[in-house]
Every structure is written in C-alpha cells, then in structure tokens.
C-alpha cells in the first residue's frame, strides 16, 4: 500500500511519511525545465534559419546565408541530440523509480545530482549559440554600430565582394536603408521639387527584407506597397519615428517647445505637452515655435461661412438649371473654362480676349462669372459665354483688389470656388483661370494628353513659393483643371464647404492646399503640379531671369502655353508687367474708361502686342534702359 501511494503526485497522497523529492514532483520539473530548454534551442535554430534566408538579396548576402543554413542545419542536430538525451534521461528516471521503490534511495540521489550537472552543461550550450547568434547578427546587418557603405564601394567581407553600385546603403536591424543619388523614381509622384534640389536628398527604407531589391533591379522594383514621407532631411534636430502599427496616411508631428509654448497662444498652455518637452503641432506650421499662423477658424467666421452657404443652396437648383442651358452651348469635350471678374478687371479680361483672337485660339468655351452688372456687359460685348447672379453676387465688391487678401480678394476666392463648384455639379471637367493670364497656345489639349500631362485626377501650375504654407505641392489656385469624377467633386465641395479658412487666412490657396493634403490621403486624390517652363508665373518672371531672358529672346526649347501674372501687389503692376513683357494686346486708347462706355470692345484689340517700357530691371521684350529700377538696387534685365 505505501509502494503504491509513493507514485502518486504529493497533493493525492492521504497517508504515509513524506518522501524524498527524486521520484515524483522533483524530477517533473527538470523535466519541464529540460523542455524549455528544447524549446529555445530550437527558436535559435530556426531564427538563423530565417534570418540566412531573408538575407540572400546580393551575392555576398546569398554566401552568408548558406553559411547561417549550415550553421543552422547543425544546431538542429544539436538539438536532436539533446532530445535523445532527455529521452535517456527519462529511462535513467523509470530505472531510478523502479530501484527507488525498491529502496535504494542514496542510488537515486546521485543519479539526480548528475542530471543537474548534465543541466548546468546545457544552459552553458544555450549561451554559446546565443552568442553565435550575436556574431551572425553583426555579420548579417553589416555592423549594428551604423556602419555605411557608400556609393560605388566594395567591401571585402568572407572573400565575397559587397558592391552596392550607384546607391549608398546602410543596415540597422530589420530595416535596410538606402540613399538615392540620382533623383529618379521612375514614376511620376506629381509633387514639384524643392529648389536648389540636387537628386541625392532621399532615403529609402526598406521595412522587410523581401523588399530589398537584387542585383541589376531598380530600387522599388520589389515594393509592393510604398510609403511617401516628406520631410527635409538637413533640418536641424529632424527625426522620424517608424511605429509598428496599423497604417495610417497621416503623420502625426511633435515639437520640443519648452514649459511655455509661444507657438500656441490661441489654445490653453501645456494642453498638449508631453513627456520631454514635446507638443502636438499641426503639420503645416513651419520649423520654430514661433509660427502661429494654423488655429481653426473663430465662431464669427464660421457664422459668416453658414450664412454665405444657405443663400448658395437655397438657390442652388434654379442657378444650376439656368447655367446648365449655357454649358451646354459651349462646352468642348465635355470641358469648360471657367472666370471670374469683377468691373474692377475688365481691362485684363479684355486682355487675355485680345491676345487670343491674335493667336487664332479658339475661347469659345469659356465662361465668365460676373459678379456684378458691369462685369456681365463686358464679357457679353467680348463674346463671351456670361453667367451673373444678383442675388448670389449682390455682397461682392466692384472694384479690383487693392493688395493681396484684403476684403475684395476674399469676396471674389469665395466667388471662384462656387463657380467652380456648380460646372462640376453638372458633370463638365473644368479648367479654372484668373484674368491675369494670357494664352500662348491652348492648353486644354496638352492637360487631356495623359501622354503628355500624365494620368492624374487634378492639374495645378505651380505657384512658384517653396514654403511650409503651401508644401508639399505649391499648387497656384489660378490656373487648375479639373476632371470630373467623384474625388474632384468632393475635392471641391469640400474647398466650398471650408470659407470660413479661407477667410480665416486671408488665403484661397494656403486651404486649399491642406485640403489636397488631406484627400490625397484620405481618397487617393491624385494630383499633379505642372512644370514651371510650360505654365510659368509670376515668380518666373521676378525671381528666374535665365527663363525670361530666354523667352524675351525667342531662345526657349519650347514655348509656354500661358503666362500668368501673379506674385504681383496690384493691378497697376500686373498691366505695366504685361505691356513691357509684350503680352499686353490693347490699344492705347481703350483704356478702362472707354471700355466702361460700351464701345465695341473688339475693336479695342491690337493684331500685335502694345509695347511700352515701365522698367529697366524687369523682364521686357526690349530693353528699356531709359526707365527706372521698380525694385530697389535692381539691375538691367538686358544686361
């Protein structure tokens, strides 16, 4: 009887002496403890394994990783072994019990102190593969202490040769980093480049190692999803965090600054601080705690904006259906072009009208806002397609905008996006342009050549500026096209719904802009900024002489397609810019009274443009060496 209640686990036993710990629950736990022991071995074993694999991209990555498979091939027979020897041990263990029952309790005690001696040899057999492994990992990661390869070198490594050719690369754990030299992707992300760019700015990470490209592959030809972070790399104190999470295409920024934030004076101090001195920021503020310029709207604004939206779509069926009569009238491949003027523009509206009818281009499917009667006459008088509202457009102002965001220029962003809204409403494809622009050539069938233009959702010139306000696509909100589909309706709907920022910053374009960000992230809006050579502006024409010596002296590869004067204070300046430059085509005595007085407009047109030099250190189609600096010390263009 106490032969058989000595088997049973100590917690069943009723009756009998306690017993000595060797034949029960002591040798159950060097087992369970041998076990574990199995269990690492063969964890190690197979993470060599993996690791050889992952790394065989180059030819000298594919000799290591035969030598991690044999290295881990022989640890595999390591643990096999060890597994014959607990499987000896288990016999060890009944021949103990059986000679243990029958008394011989100090035999069994020496038997077990020798297998905890054969325990201490394999816990010393785990930390000599553990630090194999160490040395595979510096191996295989090309040192863990951030060593670099730099562009073109080899390095002699096990006989084997590592040659990265054109790209600089360097391992660190699970992520091989690359640095692009020559600046080409091979497609077209549709985002300007910064100036000053040289083509060796980016850095490629590749998250997995079968990711990484072989040899004689571009280096995205193996990404099957790819991540665009956009960031300036010689910022100072410039990080970011990779965080093993769900996707998300939004970044989320923090910013070190201090117990007292002065960015952030409009929300509660030390509302958002975190540990280490960091706040959450906004992501379109500029580099220094300084900028304060992104808070939402106030109340006041956005009351202004919701009174502003009853009235468009309280009358938003009858205005659609009277519009829709006129569309149709004119529009070409299911395109219009769409303006906006007010009686304060006409002269530049008469312009661009004149300098088309001398190019023989084709404005017959262009329609006009007007936002009051004057603006309505003109337009009609140009033979111009006209579209005016009194009760939409009652609360816009006359006259032209006396400098940029004042109260006339915030009107008439509101007026330009609903003119925009309501020719998508009714399925056209929109090019959208100010009346500061004159047309070399048509562009519409350059911008519905995906050949040409690419295959995107949205085109926009580029506006010129390289600043936070606007990045990343520095996209000029006066001159757009826009192909109707249900991303660029609600693109725009959403630019309508969002007045109150607009009045907020003073700034058509700065929303706009955070609204591109956002949709194309949110619904895959793609979007392309045109080149500055084909679609030009204003900061062409004050900030890149080369260009617009090139051009004045007929010495351009490729003549632009439009010319739009922008980056200018005034109206004064924009018409003095135009005539010097020799895109003004109105005759010197249709001035902006008589155009007022209803002549024949027409007749106000020039075949050839109207000279006249304002200028000498502005860009003009002759030099104009007799007249004054515009700007202070400015220098003679022709010089």
């Not at 069943?12 to 060097?30: E, Y």
């Not at 014959?84 to 077990?112: L, N």
């Not at 996006?417 to 020719?423: A, D, E, G, R």
């Not at 306000?469 to 757009?480: D, E, Q, T």
Request: glycine share 8%.
């Amino acid at each position: 009887m106490d032969t058989y209640r000595r088997t049973l686990p100590a917690y069943r036993q009723s009756t009998g002496p306690p017993r000595r710990s060797v034949g029960g629950s002591g040798v159950s736990k060097f087992q369970i403890c041998l076990t574990l022991l199995l269990c690492t071995l063969s964890f190690y074993a197979g993470l060599l394994r993996n690791l050889g694999i992952a790394g065989g991209r180059t030819p000298q990555l594919q000799a290591q990783a035969t030598g991690y498979e044999e290295r881990s091939k022989d640890l595999e027979r390591e643990v096999k072994v060890l597994r014959d020897e607990i499987e000896r041990m288990k016999r060890e263990k009944d021949d103990h019990d059986e000679e243990h029952h029958a008394g011989d309790g100090d035999g069994g005690g020496v038997r077990v102190e020798g297998a905890q001696a054969e325990v201490k040899v394999l816990r010393a057999e785990i930390q000599r593969m553990k630090r194999e492994k160490e040395d595979h990992d510096e191996e295989h990661h090309a040192g863990d202490n951030g060593e670099t390869f730099a562009a073109g070198e080899a390095e002699e490594r096990d006989g084997t040769s590592l040659d990265f050719g054109q790209t600089s690369w360097k391992k660190k754990s699970n992520v091989l980093v690359s640095r692009v030299l020559d600046g080409t992707y091979g497609f077209d992300i549709g985002i300007p480049p910064m100036y000053g760019y040289q083509g060796n700015e980016e850095a490629i990470l590749f998250h997995h190692m079968d990711a990484v490209p072989m040899d004689g592959e571009g280096e995205f030809d193996r990404c099957k999803d790819l991540e665009v972070v956009l960031t300036k790399r010689n910022e100072n104190g410039q990080c970011v965090l990779l965080m093993e999470h769900y996707k998300s295409g939004f970044v989320n920024r923090f910013m070190r600054i201090g117990e007292n934030p002065p960015s952030l004076p409009w929300r509660k101090r030390n509302s958002a601080s975190l540990d280490k001195g960091f706040a959450k920021v906004s992501t379109m503020i500029g580099n220094t705690p300084s900028h304060t310029d992104e808070r939402p709207p106030t109340p006041n604004y956005s009351k202004k904006n919701w009174a502003g939206l009853t009235k468009y779509f309280n009358s938003f069926d009858a205005i659609s259906e009277r519009l829709s009569s006129i569309l149709k009238g004119i529009s070409r491949d299911n395109t219009v072009v769409v303006m906006v003027a007010n009686a304060g523009v006409i002269e530049l509206l008469t312009n661009f009208v004149c300098a088309a009818r001398s190019r023989s281009i084709d404005i017959n499917h262009i329609v006009v806002f007007a936002t009051d009667q004057e603006g309505e006459r003109v337009a009609a008088d140009l033979g111009l397609a006209v579209f005016y509202d009194e009760g939409l457009f009652q609360d816009v102002p006359t006259e032209h905008a006396g400098y940029y965001g004042d109260e006339t220029f915030e009107s008439l962003m509101q007026v330009k996006v609903i003119s925009v809204h309501l020719c998508m409403a009714l399925g056209y494809n929109v090019l959208f342009q100010d009346v500061d622009i004159v047309w070399m050539k048509d562009p519409l069938p350059y911008l519905q050549d995906t050949n040409r233009a690419g295959d995107f959702d949205c085109y926009f010139e580029d506006d010129g500026a390289r600043s936070m306000r606007y990045a990343p696509w520095f996209a000029n909100s006066g001159f757009y096209y826009l192909r109707n589909n249900d991303r660029t309706k609600y693109l725009i709907t959403s630019l309508l719904y969002s007045a109150d920022q607009i009045i907020n910053h003073r700034s058509h374009q700065q929303v706009l802009t955070h609204i591109l960000n956002d949709h194309s992230t949110q619904f895959g809006l793609t979007i392309k900024v045109l080149a500055k050579d084909l679609f030009p502006g204003g900061k062409s024409f004050h900030h890149d002489k080369p260009y617009m010596l090139g051009w004045m002296k007929g010495e351009l590869a490729e003549e632009p397609y439009m010319f739009h004067m922008c980056w200018t204070a005034n109206k004064d300046d924009k018409l003095n810019y135009l005539q010097q430059m020799g895109e003004w085509f109105l005759k010197d005595e249709c001035k902006n009274d008589q155009i007022r007085k209803g002549e024949d407009l027409l007749e106000c047109c020039s075949a050839e443009p109207v000279v006249t030099c304002h200028f000498k250190d502005k860009p003009s189609i002759k030099p104009c060496e007799g007249s004054p600096n515009r700007d202070q010390n400015g220098k003679l263009f022709w010089q």
